[in-house]
């Protein structure tokens, strides 16, 4: 085990670091709070101010100056640069009011962070691995033993970060970010968690002309090139840690499908993007029926905006469907998804392939009144399908109009509206439209973070439809389960466990009930998770047979605090 683990089953730690080495290491160092024995054992006299402070004090002092500051973007590098100092801190300062601090060290701040900060990625324990300086070497670059106790890597290339696009090794932000998640609502300690950046150029002329760009100034490399380097990546981490959870995110659409299909079954590898989406989503719309929303085998879908967020929902949500004893072909056709060159049909140009099982038949739109029948638009399609369900994939501000949404009020008792697109100023339509628009009927979620809204005299819950709900438990799964591959049928059973945790199930009145649980509660959420998708691993033979109360105790053991623990010498 390495001078950085965490993971100890004893109640001290020991390390053979000392002086400023100690100082240095974010895991490890605790500031002001060593106290006197460590001072003299680690030779730290001199190097820290003479008052010897509790983790409390120091969190309650953070937490005053952080409030001081002028705006949560502030705030957000402000608690990037205690990060990089003292994780410890970082975690007791946002697990006081996780609901708080969510919004502040994610979306939407660190979007803006990828944009105008990019210094602040440069973290010492991410890693930046340079199509230009290290094709050949990153097996020798992941040898290092500091990171030996690596269990969890968030790897993302820059390709499409949130609602911003290419952002190129600037995009370091979102793996810091992911991580920061799995520690702080499921508890992976932060000594086994590695961000890195693949950076393969940038397409993005500003980032190019800036000077201050801290990435590959040469346009994103594609093709054959393109698919080397990934693949000498998962090799080289497939061989280094034969036990780990390589987590995808931000890759472009293309890509992502394509690299997920290529490896999920090498290793225990999963997109988000994709899966996790997904994951969060079918959970959401399984609460949804609880709360009055259409029975599955009655809902009709249709997602605007199909990359591959939105072919990841249609998959998961299609073998739900199938699993409730639809045929695949049957499932298949309850969807109609609409992309840039309108509903998506069999024979169009430009089919892709995460689109393919979804193409609705070339002459569905025969009897149709249409414009232009070579391209179907979403409020045509809406007018025609009569869906009870709408998901804004798309990333298109505005998207959803009052003529798309309202006739869904006459058509469906309960019609459910995801409006999943991030940032905020990217959501296809706010939820207190949406609930003006349906007469308040409308079963809500997005994909940032709204306020209730009043309607009718009542506040009314807008759910958010975030992947913190499914991808920390799937990473406390890997770790205290074993789990060599993930599958779809993880994810089923992932949203399966969210939805039993749901408020508005059994509420007397589910219109002011939430969907999902508080995210004061994603801790528990994630056990909850975690212990769904290491029984369904068992059932599908990729982890190891364990007896309920093995698995209870490893999950317990997995699970990481931010505390102090004493330090000994090595």
Not at 110 to 116: K, L, N, V
Not at 519 to 538: H, K, Y
Request: charged share 20%.
């Amino acid at each position: 085990m390495s001078d950085t683990a965490r993971a100890m089953l004893s109640s001290s730690l020991k390390t053979a670091l000392s002086g400023r080495e100690l100082l240095d290491c974010p895991v490890l160092n605790k500031g002001n709070a060593f106290d006197r024995r460590e001072r003299d054992l680690f030779g730290l006299h001199g190097l820290l101010p003479a008052s010897v402070a509790t983790l409390a004090e120091q969190a309650d002092l953070a937490r005053a100056r952080l409030a001081a500051l002028p705006d949560n973007f502030a705030r957000h590098i402000a608690l990037r640069e205690i990060q990089d100092r003292n994780e410890t801190l970082f975690y007791a300062i946002i697990d006081e009011a996780l609901e708080a601090w969510l919004p502040i060290i994610y979306t939407p701040a660190i979007g803006r962070a990828c944009r105008e900060f990019s210094h602040i990625w440069t973290r010492p324990r991410g890693l930046f691995l340079s199509y230009a300086e290290h094709r050949g070497r990153i097996a020798e670059i992941l040898a290092s033993p500091q990171f030996d106790d690596v269990r969890v890597i968030v790897a993302s290339d820059g390709g499409s970060i949130l609602g911003i696009g290419d952002q190129g090794a600037n995009g370091m932000g979102i793996p810091i970010g992911k991580l920061s998640l799995y520690t702080a609502c499921g508890g992976l300690d932060p000594a086994r968690a590695l961000p890195i950046l693949l950076d393969v150029g940038t397409d993005n002329e500003t980032l190019l002309a800036d000077p201050e760009y801290i990435g590959w100034r040469h346009a994103r490399v594609r093709g054959a090139d393109y698919e080397a380097f990934i693949a000498e990546f998962v090799q080289a981490v497939n061989t280094r840690w034969p036990n780990i959870a390589l987590h995808w995110e931000d890759l472009s659409g293309a890509d992502a499908l394509r690299i997920l299909r290529r490896y999920r079954g090498e290793m225990c590898t999963y997109n988000d993007d994709i899966q996790g989406t997904a994951g969060v989503t079918a959970g959401a719309l399984l609460a949804a029926i609880k709360a009055g929303g259409a029975p599955l085998d009655a809902q009709k879908i249709v997602i605007f905006g199909a990359g591959g967020a939105g072919c990841g929902i249609a998959d998961l949500l299609a073998q739900m469907m199938v699993a409730g004893g639809m045929t695949e072909q049957e499932a298949a056709r309850r969807f109609f998804m609409v992309d840039i060159n309108g509903l998506v049909r069999e024979g169009m140009p430009g089919v892709t392939e995460g689109q393919q099982p979804f193409a609705q038949p070339a002459d569905v739109a025969a009897g149709w009144r249409v414009d232009d029948a070579a391209h179907i638009t979403l409020a045509e399609v809406m007018a025609h399908v009569h869906p009870t369900m709408l998901i804004g994939t798309s990333g298109q501000g505005g998207a959803f109009t009052r003529e798309i949404v309202a006739p869904m009020a006459q058509q469906a008792a309960r019609p459910v509206i995801f409006a999943l697109s991030n940032p905020t100023a990217n959501i296809e339509a706010t939820p207190a439209d949406l609930l003006a628009w349906t007469q308040g009927r409308a079963i809500i979620g997005t994909g940032g973070p709204f306020a209730p809204v009043e309607y009718a005299g009542r506040l009314r819950p807008v759910d958010q439809i975030n992947n913190s709900y499914v991808f920390p438990g799937v990473g406390l799964a890997v770790v205290a389960g074993g789990i060599t591959r993930m599958t779809d049928g993880m994810f089923l059973a992932a949203a399966h466990a969210l939805a039993e945790l749901s408020p508005a199930a059994g509420a007397a009145d589910p219109t002011t009930a939430p969907l999902l649980p508080p995210v004061s509660e994603l801790r528990l959420v994630a056990t909850a998770v975690a212990r769904a998708v290491i029984a369904q691993g068992q059932k599908e033979g990729v982890a190891p047979q364990a007896a309920p109360h093995e698995v209870e105790t490893a999950l317990r053991d997995a699970v990481w605090t931010a505390r102090y623990r004493p330090y000994e010498k090595a």
